[in-house]
C-alpha cells in the first residue's frame, strides 16, 4: 500500500497549501459565509482524491499511449506520414476538449456571433494540428527549437499588429485555455516518444520537449488569423452572471457532476479510439498491458470528473467573492500580494505541473530536481497573477503592455539558455494554465474586476490566463540559465585541452 | 601505472531506495566519507500486493545509487546507510556490495597520476572467462566510449543514461546539489580483450585525467548471448 500513501502525500503537497492560505484568508480578512467555507473544503476534498486518481491514470494510461504513439508514428520512417499524423491527432485531440467549445461559446458572444462558435473550435483544432505535425517534424529533421520558437513567435507577433488589443487578449488566452488536462499530458508523453528514438542521446534529451509549446503557439496564431478576416470586430456585450447563491452545500456539486462528466467523456473519447485503433494495427500489446492501459483510462476519467467537480463547484464560488470583498476592502497593494499567494499555491495543484515535472526528472535522470522546476512555475505563476491584477485595478495598463516585452524577453532568452529548458520552458506555459487556473484563479480576477471601478469584468477578465502561460517562460529560462552557469567542474585545471 | 599505496580490494556499492532518496543517499555516503562519487540510475520496481495489482498500479519509480570505494568502507557505508534509510523495514530498499577487480580514475594530485586498484585474482572463480567493464562518463560522451571499445576489438555495449556527482562536481543551488547527467556504459568482453579495451577508453577518453570519468570492472562468472 505504500504506493497509494506516496501518491496521497504528493498530492496533498499540492493541494493543501491553497487550501490553508484560503482558510486563513476567511478567517481573517474576508470572513466567508460558512457554507461556502464547507463547500470549499469539500471541493478541496475532491480535488485531492480526484488528482491522485488522476495521477495514476495519466501514469499507466495517457502516458504509455502517447509514448507508444510517438515511437510508432517515428519508426514509420517516412516524413509524410509523420506529419499526417501529428495533423490528425492534434486535431482529433482538441475538437474534443470542453475547454475550447467554453471558450469558443464565449468569443462567439462577445463578438456578437461575427467569430462563429463551431469555425473558431474548427480553425483552432487545426492550428493545433498544424503545429504538433511541425513540431513533430522538428524532432524528427533536428532543427533547432530556439529558432523554431523565435519564428513562430515573430508570426503571432506580425499577425497582432493587425488585431485589436482586447481580440489580443482572447487570442493569448486561448493557448491557455485549449491545452486542457489531457491533452497536455497526451502531448507531452507523444514528444518523448518520438525522442527516445533519437541515437544521440544529447538531442534525444532535449527533444523531449517543446511539442506542447508548439501547441500553444498553433492556438494563438490559430485564433489571430480567425479575428483578421472580422477585422473591424467590435468586442460588446457582457458576461452574464453566473453567481447562484446557493443555500445548499451539496447542490452545486450535483448540478455540476452530469456537465462534468459528460465533458470529460467528450475529451477522452479521442484517446480511446486512438488506443484502440492503434492496438489493432500497430501497437499489439499483449492482453495484460493493454488491460492496464484500459484501466488507466478509467482512472484518468474518474479522477478527472472528480477533480474537475471539486474545483467548478468548491472553489469558483469562493476564488470570485474573496477576490470581491479584498478589492471592496480598499488596500489595492493588498489584492495584488494576496493574488501573488494564490498565484504560487495555485499552480501547485494544476494536474499537468505533476506530469511535465516527473517526465523532467525521468527524461533527464533527476538531474534537473522536481522541486526546483515547481519553484520556479510557482514564482512565475505568483507574479502572472500579480501582473494581471495590477492591469485590472491600474486602468492605463493594457494587456499588451506586457506581453509584447514578455515574449520578447522569452524569444531571446531562448539563444542563450540550454535547450533542454527552452523546450521545458515553452511546454510549461500550456501546463501551468489549467483547470485550477481556469476556475480558481480566472474567478478570483473576475471578483476584483467587478469590484473595481471602471474595470470591465469580462474584458478585464481576458488576459490573466495569457499571464500565467506568459511568466513560466521566462521563469524556467531563468532557471536553466542557472542551471547552465551552476553545473562546472570545480577543481580541474583549465588546462585540460 | 603506477600502484596506489595501498590498494586495497575496491567494492561496487549498491542502494537501490524509492524515488526521491538518491540524493539523500548520496550526500549521507558523502558525509560517511565516501569521497568517490556516486551515480544515480533510476528505475522501476515492482509491487507485491494483490490489491494493487487488480488496480492495475504495479510499478514503483526507484532510484538506485552506485558508488565505488575500497572495501572497508565500503561495508562501514553500506551498514550505515541502512541504519540511516532504515533499510530493514519493508518498502524501503536494499543494498548490497559486489567486489570490483579494477578500478581506473583520473586523479587531482599531478603527483599520484593515476590510481589503480587490483583485485585478489587468485579468489575469482577458475571459469570467469568474461569482465563486466563500466564506464561512466559524461552525457554524450557514451558513444565515444563505445566507439573505441569497439575499436579494440569489443562486439557492442549497452548505455544507461543515469546523473551524477564525481569528487570535482559539487556546485549547489538553493542546497541542493547539482548532480549532471552521466552515462553508464557497460561492455561485457573476454578476459583477454579486457586489458586493450580499457587501454584504448582510457586513451581515447583521457580517462587519466580527472573529471573525465571512471572506469571499474567486475568478474562475470556466466554470460550468455555473446556471439564469437
Given at each position: 500500500m505504500h504506493i497509494l500513501g506516496e501518491k496521497l502525500k504528493e498530492v496533498l503537497f499540492a493541494v493543501l497549501p491553497i487550501t490553508v492560505i484560503v482558510l486563513i484568508l476567511s478567517f481573517t480578512i474576508v470572513p466567508l459565509e460558512p457554507i461556502l467555507i464547507l463547500r470549499f473544503l469539500l471541493g478541496a476534498l475532491l480535488i485531492i482524491g480526484?488528482?491522485?486518481?488522476?495521477?495514476?491514470?495519466?501514469?499507466?494510461?495517457?502516458?504509455?499511449?502517447?509514448?507508444?504513439?510517438?515511437?510508432?508514428?517515428?519508426?514509420?520512417?517516412?516524413?509524410?506520414?509523420?506529419?499526417?499524423?501529428?495533423?490528425?491527432?492534434?486535431?482529433?485531440?482538441s475538437i474534443a476538449e470542453p475547454d475550447l467549445h467554453i471558450?469558443?461559446?464565449?468569443?462567439?458572444?462577445?463578438?456578437?456571433?461575427?467569430?462563429?462558435?463551431?469555425?473558431?473550435?474548427?480553425?483552432?483544432?487545426?492550428?493545433?494540428?498544424?503545429?504538433?505535425?511541425?513540431?513533430?517534424?522538428?524532432?524528427?529533421?533536428?532543427?533547432?527549437?530556439?529558432?523554431?520558437f523565435t519564428l513562430l513567435y515573430a508570426i503571432i507577433f506580425v499577425l497582432a499588429l493587425y488585431t485589436s488589443p482586447e481580440y489580443l487578449a482572447i487570442a493569448f488566452d486561448a493557448s491557455g485555455a485549449t491545452t486542457g488536462a489531457l491533452t497536455v499530458p497526451f502531448i507531452l508523453a507523444l514528444g518523448v516518444g518520438v525522442s527516445v528514438l533519437k541515437k544521440d542521446s544529447e538531442a534525444s534529451e532535449e527533444d523531449s520537449f517543446g511539442l506542447l509549446g508548439m501547441a500553444?503557439?498553433?492556438?494563438?496564431?490559430?485564433?489571430?488569423?480567425?479575428?483578421?478576416?472580422?477585422?473591424?470586430?467590435?468586442?460588446?456585450?457582457?458576461?452574464?452572471?453566473?453567481v447562484t447563491a446557493s443555500a445548499s452545500l451539496l447542490a452545486p456539486f450535483l448540478e455540476q457532476l452530469p456537465v462534468i462528466t459528460r465533458e470529460a467523456l467528450y475529451a477522452l473519447l479521442p484517446l480511446v479510439v486512438i488506443f484502440l485503433l492503434f492496438q489493432r494495427i500497430a501497437f499489439k500489446l499483449s492482453k495484460k498491458t493493454a488491460q492496464r492501459i484500459t484501466k488507466g483510462l478509467l482512472y484518468t476519467f474518474i479522477g478527472l470528473v472528480l477533480f474537475l467537480t471539486g474545483a467548478n463547484a468548491g472553489f469558483m464560488d469562493v476564488g470570485s467573492i474573496i477576490g470581491y470583498s479584498l478589492t471592496a476592502g480598499g488596500n489595492k497593494l493588498f489584492v495584488v500580494i494576496v493574488g501573488f499567494v494564490l498565484g504560487v499555491v495555485t499552480?501547485?495543484?494544476?494536474?499537468?505541473?505533476?506530469?511535465?515535472?516527473?517526465?523532467?526528472?525521468?527524461?533527464?535522470?533527476?538531474?534537473?530536481k522536481?522541486?526546483?522546476?515547481?519553484?520556479?512555475?510557482?514564482?512565475?505563476?505568483?507574479?502572472?497573477?500579480?501582473?494581471?491584477?495590477?492591469?485590472?485595478?491600474?486602468?492605463?495598463?493594457?494587456?499588451?503592455?506586457?506581453?509584447?516585452?514578455?515574449?520578447?524577453i522569452s524569444v531571446v532568452m531562448t539563444f542563450f539558455v540550454p535547450p533542454l529548458f527552452v523546450g521545458i520552458a515553452f511546454d510549461s506555459g500550456g501546463v501551468a494554465s489549467g483547470p485550477m487556473t481556469a476556475t480558481f484563479i480566472l474567478a478570483f480576477s473576475q471578483g476584483v474586476a467587478?469590484?473595481?471601478?471602471?474595470?470591465?469584468?469580462?474584458?478585464?477578465?481576458?488576459?490573466?490566463?495569457?499571464?500565467?502561460?506568459?511568466?513560466?517562460?521566462?521563469?524556467?529560462?531563468?532557471?536553466?540559465?542557472?542551471?547552465?552557469?551552476?553545473?562546472?567542474?570545480?577543481?580541474?585545471?583549465?588546462?585540460?585541452? | 601505472m603506477t600502484n596506489s599505496p595501498s590498494p586495497g580490494e575496491y567494492q561496487l556499492l549498491y542502494i537501490i531506495v524509492n524515488c526521491g532518496l538518491g540524493s539523500k543517499v548520496i550526500r549521507y555516503a558523502k558525509e560517511q566519507g565516501?569521497?568517490?562519487?556516486?551515480?544515480?540510475?533510476?528505475?522501476?520496481?515492482?509491487?507485491?500486493?494483490?490489491?494493487?495489482?487488480?488496480?492495475?498500479?504495479?510499478?514503483?519509480?526507484?532510484?538506485?545509487?552506485?558508488?565505488?570505494?575500497?572495501?572497508?568502507?565500503?561495508?562501514?557505508?553500506?551498514?550505515?546507510?541502512?541504519?540511516k534509510f532504515q533499510l530493514h523495514k519493508p518498502h524501503t530498499g536494499i543494498g548490497f556490495c559486489i567486489a570490483v577487480k579494477y578500478f581506473f580514475r583520473g586523479?587531482?594530485?599531478?603527483?599520484?597520476?593515476?590510481?589503480?586498484?587490483?583485485?585478489?585474482?587468485?579468489?575469482?572463480?577458475?571459469?570467469?572467462?568474461?569482465?563486466?567493464?563500466?564506464?561512466?562518463?559524461?552525457?554524450?560522451?557514451?558513444?565515444?566510449?563505445?566507439?573505441?571499445?569497439?575499436?579494440?576489438?569489443?562486439?557492442?555495449?549497452?548505455?544507461?543514461?543515469?546523473?551524477?556527482?564525481?569528487?570535482?562536481?559539487?556546485?549547489?543551488?538553493f542546497a541542493m546539489e547539482i548532480e549532471p547527467e552521466k552515462e553508464v556504459v557497460l561492455i561485457l568482453a573476454e578476459k583477454n580483450l579486457t586489458d586493450p579495451i580499457v587501454s584504448t577508453i582510457r586513451e581515447e577518453l583521457q580517462i587519466d585525467k580527472p573529471g573525465k570519468g571512471i572506469i571499474f570492472i567486475q568478474a562475470v562468472d556466466r554470460a550468455y548471448g555473446l556471439y564469437k
Open positions: 480526484g488528482l491522485a486518481i488522476f495521477l495514476f491514470g495519466v501514469d499507466i494510461g495517457v502516458t504509455p499511449i502517447g509514448n507508444l504513439m510517438g515511437s510508432t508514428i517515428a519508426k514509420t520512417n517516412r516524413i509524410w506520414l509523420v506529419g499526417l499524423s501529428g495533423l490528425l491527432l492534434g486535431f482529433f485531440i471558450l469558443a461559446g464565449q468569443v462567439d458572444s462577445v463578438t456578437s456571433g461575427l467569430i462563429g462558435k463551431f469555425y473558431l473550435v474548427i480553425i483552432v483544432s487545426l492550428g493545433i494540428g498544424a503545429l504538433l505535425a511541425q513540431g513533430l517534424l522538428r524532432i524528427v529533421n533536428n532543427i533547432n527549437l530556439g529558432k523554431t500553444s503557439a498553433g492556438v494563438i496564431i490559430a485564433v489571430l488569423l480567425a479575428g483578421i478576416r472580422a477585422k473591424n470586430l467590435v468586442i460588446t456585450g457582457s458576461l452574464e452572471a453566473k499552480v501547485l495543484a494544476e494536474p499537468a505541473v505533476y506530469v511535465l515535472t516527473h517526465q523532467v526528472e525521468d527524461v533527464t535522470s533527476g538531474y534537473v522536481r522541486r526546483l522546476v515547481l519553484v520556479a512555475l510557482s514564482l512565475g505563476v505568483g507574479s502572472a497573477v500579480a501582473l494581471a491584477l495590477l492591469k485590472i485595478i491600474v486602468p492605463g495598463i493594457q494587456l499588451w503592455h506586457y506581453l509584447l516585452p514578455g515574449y520578447i467587478e469590484a473595481t471601478a471602471g474595470a470591465d469584468v469580462l474584458l478585464d477578465g481576458f488576459g490573466t490566463i495569457a499571464m500565467v502561460a506568459l511568466t513560466p517562460l521566462i521563469a524556467l529560462q531563468v532557471l536553466g540559465l542557472i542551471y547552465k552557469v551552476k553545473t562546472v567542474k570545480g577543481g580541474i585545471e583549465a588546462d585540460d585541452e | 565516501l569521497t568517490t562519487g556516486a551515480t544515480v540510475i533510476i528505475g522501476k520496481g515492482t509491487v507485491n500486493d494483490r490489491l494493487l495489482e487488480f488496480l492495475g498500479l504495479t510499478e514503483i519509480r526507484k532510484e538506485i545509487v552506485i558508488m565505488v570505494t575500497e572495501r572497508a568502507k565500503a561495508f562501514r557505508a553500506l551498514e550505515e546507510i541502512g541504519r586523479l587531482k594530485h599531478p603527483g599520484e597520476n593515476l590510481e589503480e586498484s587490483r583485485g585478489e585474482e587468485e579468489a575469482m572463480p577458475e571459469d570467469s572467462m568474461y569482465d563486466a567493464i563500466f564506464v561512466i562518463v559524461d552525457r554524450g560522451k557514451a558513444e565515444a566510449v563505445i566507439d573505441a571499445a569497439s575499436k579494440a576489438g569489443s562486439k557492442g555495449g549497452t548505455i544507461i543514461h543515469a546523473r551524477g556527482s564525481g569528487i570535482h562536481e559539487t556546485s549547489k543551488l
